[in-house]
Structure formats: structure tokens, C-alpha cells
């Protein structure tokens, strides 16, 4: 027994290498699940890689009708078939009414002339479904994919068979429990929109990745996304380097800056300026060689660009140079598994150093389950850390009742430090004020500090003193300020 590949793009990282060979997997699922593409798409690539490839369909379509749909797909090659690389055949609707016994025969005979590598039968199901509707028994039905089996185990290949269920009645088919492996495909909804879903439920002799993945039907077929897991642990020494935020006034209340390697939360409310302290982040290191990557849920790359000007801060440059890149993905259109793939690859091949991450409170639009996000954030983040990134998160929080939720409560545990940013009401004038919630591991200013920005970027001011209530976003003075300005200080 060996591994091959499955050639479905990033299947086999799930599968810890691909399919054993021989063996049988059952591709199952409902209508329109995408079962047909996934065992159609194998074939023709492992054809593509020097493969002896047998389409069986038992749907009694001419080959034609069955080319037809696959030339869709950029896997499709006619020229498989004149190489005789890739056979297809279809089980006659005569040759069904003659009994299970002649439909082993005919394709018993098909594979010791073909004597293919690897074999689809689309969809096994069907066979069952016209036995029994024959008026043949159950146990008959039963025999024949008994029979079935029995004989796969002697053609000594990989065979992928597809069929039709739905998730209880698999636990219960004798298909599925006859299958060395079981891949079972799901179309879920999620929020306003639908989820293509992908589950190992069984593969024998190997090991695999449980739980649900996401997938995609694409112009080359089926593109899976493995599940977002935790990054393996490897002991390596904290880092006790100081990376600059780009604003003076806050890295002095941060002692330096923050640690490199951490993840800054930038929280507050609408325009207050989140966005920009973010920006000044990644400018800062872009200044100094670090190459960068932005991803932004709130606003398209040229609206984020132009924006980052009215403040001083010239992202073309470094776009031009291929330092930065500025990705812009809508909260209705981002897969969280396939998102995290993309990240992942782009900070090892562009090397980052620092990303943005802007408006990550949008995710909620992809995950709206509390749990499921919160440990999707947790991991996403920790993954960009132990890629030795320091990164930049924002998020907008609301206001209940003229107080402030300080944090998304999905972030605060996640994040080394947190920067608060709120506007306040002083004597009539609307004023930007800061202050650190939180910062790991480095000793940090306590005050609330007012700020600025302007065409020059941000400017931490100082602190405001004599004032109370400020967080709650109507400043007052406190009782003492008021008593010496009513009566003077020797009362």
C-alpha cells in the first residue's frame, strides 16, 4: 500500500499526503454538492501525470453529454483520451436490466483490458436505487454492493465512487461502511449566504484533519481550504525588541513601542482616527526596510491610499517598490479558511514584517457564531506572530447607554496591547482622546491623553488633567478643580 496524490489543489494536506492505493473512497453528499467535479477532476490530473484513468458513469449518458459538462473545468483534456490515458464508459440502461451480475461483468472485463490506476464510478447509488425500484429484494441490493466491493479489492487501484446522502443515512449505508474512506460534501448556510463544506468522516490505515473545511467550485474545479488550526508549538525566546508604532507621543506612553513579534489592538469608536494610527504603524516600518501588507475590510485600496495623504503619509513609494501591498476583501465576500491561506502564503513570499489588519470586527459578517470567530481570530492572530510579524489590529466598538465597550469581545484575550481611542465633549468642543488598556509585558503610561490629527499625521498631547469621566465620553471637571476656580485656591 502507497500514497497518492488526490489532485484536488491542497486536499492532500489534509489527507497528511493523499489516498492510499488500493483503496475505495466514497465522495458522498446531496445534489449539486459537487461530487461529480471532485471525482472527475482527480481523474483527469492523475491522467495529466502519466495515470491509466476509467470514467464509469452509470447514469446511462452518452460519453458526449458527460464531456460536455467536464470541458467546463480547466482540468478537462481531450487529448487524454486519444493518448488513451483517460477511458470513459457508460453503464446501458439494457445492461442494468439484465441484473448486478451483468453490470460486474461488463465492468470487470473493461478493467483487465484497461488495467487502469485509478477508477470513478459516478455515482454508485444509482445502481442500487434501480435494483430496488426492479422490484428486486434489499438483501439483492445489498449482495450487489457486496459483490461490488469483493471485486474492487482484487483490481488493486484507487477507486473513487460517488455517492448520494444525506449525513444520517451514511452512518447507516453498507456503502460507507464497505468504503475505506468517506469524504462527505455539504452546502451550509452561513449568515446570509451559503458555505461549501468538506469532512474526512473515515479513512482507514491513515492519518487526516477532522472536522469541516471549506471549499470552492472554481474554473479549475474543486479548490479546498484547510481549516484555520493552531500553529505547532516551537520553543524559541521572546523577543525583547522595541518595534516603533510611527507616533512619537505614543511610544513614549508605551516606553519605546511595543514588542516585536506582538499584536497592538487600535479600538474605538466611529472616526476617531483608527485607520490612521494603523497606517502610521505600517509607515513606520516600511521607513525602515520592513516590508508590509495591509488587508482591510472597511476600504478599497485607492480610497485607503488617498485617504493616507490628507494625513502625510505617501503609500506609493512603497507600493511601487512591491514593499507594501494593500489587499481589500468585502465582509460579505471573505472565507475565513480561505483568507487565512491566502495571509499565510503572502507573508512568506513577500517576507512581511508588519501587517494591518483593518476593521477586524467585520469577520462577524463571515462568522457570526461568537465561539467560532473568537477562536478564529485567536489562532489567525497567533499565526502571524509566530511568523514573526508584528501586527496591527482595528476594530470599531459602540456605545451603550453614553458608556463605551471598551474592547470586541473577541480580540481583548487575543491582543498584547490595546490602545483605546474616544471622542469627548469638552466645554462645547469635540477632542480626541487615548489611552492604553493593556500592554503585555512593558510598563506603560496610565493617563488619558488627548490627540490631534492633522495633514501631518497624529500628535499625542498631553494628559488631561482635571477632568473626570472622560471615557464616557462627556469630560467634566472634577469637584476639586471646580471648588479652587469657585473660591480660589487658599479655600
Request: with cysteine.
Amino acid at each position: 500500500m502507497n500514497i497518492v496524490p488526490s489532485h484536488i489543489h491542497d486536499l492532500d494536506d489534509i489527507l497528511e499526503g493523499g489516498f492510499n492505493k488500493p483503496s475505495v473512497v466514497l465522495v458522498a453528499g446531496t445534489a449539486g454538492s459537487g461530487k461529480t467535479t471532485f471525482a472527475a477532476q482527480s481523474l483527469f490530473n492523475a491522467a495529466r501525470k502519466g495515470e491509466t484513468c476509467l470514467f464509469i458513469s452509470t447514469l446511462s449518458e452518452p460519453p458526449a453529454m458527460i464531456n460536455n459538462y467536464m470541458s467546463r473545468f480547466s482540468f478537462f483534456d481531450q487529448t487524454l483520451y486519444e493518448t488513451n490515458k483517460m477511458t470513459i464508459i457508460s453503464v446501458s440502461e439494457t445492461l442494468i436490466k439484465q441484473g448486478h451480475e451483468a453490470i460486474l461483468e461488463f465492468i470487470n472485463k473493461k478493467i483487465s483490458m484497461l488495467k487502469p490506476a485509478r477508477i470513478v464510478i459516478d455515482p454508485l447509488t444509482v445502481l442500487g436505487d434501480i435494483l430496488k425500484s426492479g422490484g428486486k429484494p434489499l438483501d439483492d441490493t445489498r449482495g450487489f454492493y457486496f459483490d461490488l466491493f469483493t471485486s474492487i479489492k482484487s483490481w488493486n487501484t484507487l477507486v473513487i465512487i460517488t455517492g448520494e446522502f444525506i449525513l444520517e443515512d451514511l452512518r447507516k449505508s453498507m456503502v460507507g461502511y464497505l468504503a475505506d474512506g468517506i469524504i462527505y460534501l455539504s452546502e451550509e448556510p452561513v449568515g446570509t449566504r451559503s458555505e461549501r463544506k468538506l469532512s474526512i468522516l473515515k479513512m482507514r490505515g491513515q492519518k487526516y484533519i477532522s472536522g469541516k473545511h471549506s471549499f470552492d467550485i472554481r474554473e479549475n474545479g474543486v479548490v479546498v481550504f484547510p481549516r484555520l488550526l493552531p500553529s505547532p508549538w516551537v520553543e524559541k525566546p521572546a523577543s525583547t525588541a522595541k518595534a516603533s508604532t510611527g507616533i512619537q507621543g505614543l511610544d513614549k506612553m508605551l516606553k519605546g513601542g511595543i514588542l516585536k513579534d506582538d499584536v497592538l489592538l487600535i479600538s474605538g469608536t466611529t472616526g476617531t482616527g483608527k485607520t490612521t494610527f494603523g497606517l502610521h504603524f505600517i509607515c513606520e516600518g516600511l521607513a525602515k526596510g520592513e516590508n508590509a501588507l495591509v488587508i482591510s475590510l472597511e476600504e478599497r485600496p485607492s480610497k485607503l491610499i488617498r485617504n493616507a495623504k490628507t494625513f502625510g503619509l505617501n503609500l506609493e513609494p512603497y507600493l511601487n517598490k512591491k514593499m507594501l501591498e494593500v489587499l481589500y476583501v468585502s465582509p460579505v465576500s471573505y472565507y475565513p479558511d480561505e483568507q487565512a491561506l491566502v495571509l499565510k502564503r503572502k507573508i512568506k513570499e513577500n517576507n512581511v514584517k508588519r501587517l494591518l489588519f483593518d476593521g477586524i470586527e467585520n469577520i462577524e459578517t463571515a462568522l457570526p457564531d461568537d465561539m467560532e470567530r473568537k477562536n478564529y481570530i485567536t489562532i489567525l492572530l497567533d499565526l502571524f506572530s509566530s511568523m514573526d510579524v508584528t501586527t496591527c489590529v482595528s476594530s470599531e466598538i459602540s456605545e451603550l447607554f453614553g458608556a463605551v465597550r471598551l474592547t470586541h469581545e473577541a480580540l481583548s484575550g487575543a491582543v498584547d496591547n490595546i490602545i483605546l481611542l474616544r471622542h469627548v465633549e469638552i466645554e462645547g468642543k469635540i477632542h480626541g482622546v487615548l489611552s492604553i488598556l493593556k500592554s503585555r509585558g512593558i510598563e506603560h503610561d496610565t493617563e488619558i491623553r488627548e490627540f490631534e490629527i492633522t495633514e501631518k499625521g497624529v500628535t499625542v498631547k498631553t494628559a488631561m488633567k482635571g477632568y473626570e469621566s472622560v471615557l464616557s465620553g462627556s469630560a467634566r471637571k472634577t469637584p476639586a478643580d471646580i471648588f479652587r476656580e469657585t473660591f480660589g485656591e487658599k479655600h
